[in-house]
């Protein structure tokens, strides 16, 4: 464990898996997450079974690799540890299937707490309530538990009955490679409000806006779509990576010095304090609630309105001229995994 930072984060060496002999774990669902945590705890030695509806396509895949697949209720009946990686509009309902077969002492896991902090789903008092969440796309959950590197993940206990909640997360965590990277512990509440946040204001929803202004804005300049497309959307990518690798430093030390003046001294006046009200505006609809009954109304609809902005994203000129232009890199060839869609 590291002393140093405000919260507890655990590693390898921190984890004793004994807390998953004897367990078997029913993975639900075999999506972005579901297919990365099953297939990286049976390689971990963990007794895993998949969960998914009888015509579920999904089942072809998880059974090619070798993994036994059940329905929901039948391997939340034979497991201790019940994972619930369906998205998370469906778990609700998937919950009411495997409600009966909670036993005494299981483990009921999330990897992201939304229905248990905004009530959708209100486990049993006599089992723990875990969530061990990747800060990660399942797919390289996957992928850096292949490449022998890790994938850091938040820890947190809603629940615990047995007294063993914090070390049973602990064993799930290095099953599936996080514990390599870091292990985070925190709350649903505070997983929940900052996930959403992120994705909303900064991950998804703000970066894409800032790219999709900065492009219109050169091309109502009269500007051609291949240059902005380049300049708005193409090299984020880099700098982004530099980001990530050395933070803020190393991406300034790295463009030409003008840019940095440049970025220094512009950047606040397009991220202005209006748009951080704005964000602070958002958070408070996080943290209100507003946006979780919002969503589950949505759904309830029949996502009448997130069908209508999906596509109007898909139609936006910048794709059209991406797809383009990508097609003429010669490693463009997609390898398929990549074009699914993650959620972060
Ligand atoms: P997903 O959409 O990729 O996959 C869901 C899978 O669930 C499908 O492949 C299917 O096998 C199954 N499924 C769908 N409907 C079902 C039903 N009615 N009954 C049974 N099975 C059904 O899901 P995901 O993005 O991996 O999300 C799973 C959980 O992980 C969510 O709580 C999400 O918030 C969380 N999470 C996801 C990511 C990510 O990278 N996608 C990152 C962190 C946390
Ligand atoms: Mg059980
Ligand atoms: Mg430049
Ligand atoms: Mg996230
Ligand atoms: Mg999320």
């Known amino acids: 464990?590291?002393?140093?930072?405000?919260?507890?984060?655990?590693?390898?060496?921190?984890?004793?898996?004994?807390?998953?002999?004897?367990?078997?774990?029913?993975?639900?669902?075999?999506?972005?997450?579901?297919?990365?945590?099953?297939?990286?705890?049976?390689?971990?030695g963990v007794d895993v079974l998949v969960g998914l509806r009888e015509n579920s396509s999904s089942r072809k895949a998880a059974e090619e690799e070798g993994l036994e697949v059940g329905t929901p209720a039948e391997v939340a009946a034979q497991a201790e540890i019940i994972s619930v990686l369906v998205p998370d509009t469906v778990q609700p309902a998937v919950y009411e299937e495997i409600e009966p077969h909670l036993e005494e002492g299981d483990t009921l896991q999330f990897a992201?707490?939304?229905?248990?902090?905004?009530?959708?789903?209100?486990?049993?008092e006599h089992v723990d309530v875990?969530?061990?969440?990747?800060?990660?796309?399942?797919?390289?959950?996957?992928?850096n538990y292949v490449n022998d590197e890790g994938t850091p993940g938040l820890l947190a206990v809603y629940q615990d009955t047995t007294g063993d909640a914090v070390q049973r997360g602990l064993a799930y965590a290095k099953a599936i490679g996080c514990a390599r990277a870091g292990v985070l512990e925190t709350t649903f509440q505070e997983e929940v409000e900052t996930d959403l946040f992120g994705e909303q204001v900064v991950l998804c929803g703000g970066v894409t806006s800032l790219v999709k202004h900065g492009y219109e804005t050169l091309v109502d300049a009269g500007y051609s779509p291949e240059a902005a497309y380049f300049e708005c959307m193409n090299e984020l990518k880099l700098i982004v990576d530099l980001m990530y690798e050395g933070g803020l430093s190393e991406m300034w030390d790295s463009v030409s010095d003008t840019a940095e003046y440049g970025g220094l001294t512009r950047g606040d006046r397009v991220i202005d304090d209006n748009a951080r009200e704005n964000m602070e505006e958002i958070l408070e609809e996080v943290q209100s609630g507003e946006f979780a009954r919002e969503w589950i109304l949505e759904n309830q609809a029949g996502r009448p309105s997130y069908t209508q902005i999906r596509q109007a994203?898909?139609?936006?000129?910048?794709?059209?001229?991406?797809?383009?232009?990508?097609?003429?890199?010669?490693?463009?060839?997609?390898?398929?995994?990549?074009?699914?869609?993650?959620e972060v």
């Open 313 to 342: 994203e898909k139609d936006h000129d910048i794709e059209e001229v991406g797809e383009r232009l990508r097609d003429l890199y010669s490693w463009s060839e997609s390898d398929g995994e990549e074009d699914e869609t993650p």
């Open 130 to 143: 875990t969530m061990v969440a990747p800060k990660s796309p399942g797919h390289l959950v996957r992928r």
């Open 1 to 44: 464990m590291t002393d140093e930072f405000t919260t507890q984060i655990y590693y390898e060496d921190d984890v004793d898996e004994s807390y998953l002999e004897n367990t078997t774990v029913a993975v639900l669902g075999y999506g972005s997450q579901g297919h990365a945590h099953a297939l990286n705890m049976k390689e971990s």
């Open 112 to 124: 992201h707490g939304l229905n248990i902090h905004y009530n959708q789903i209100t486990p049993p």
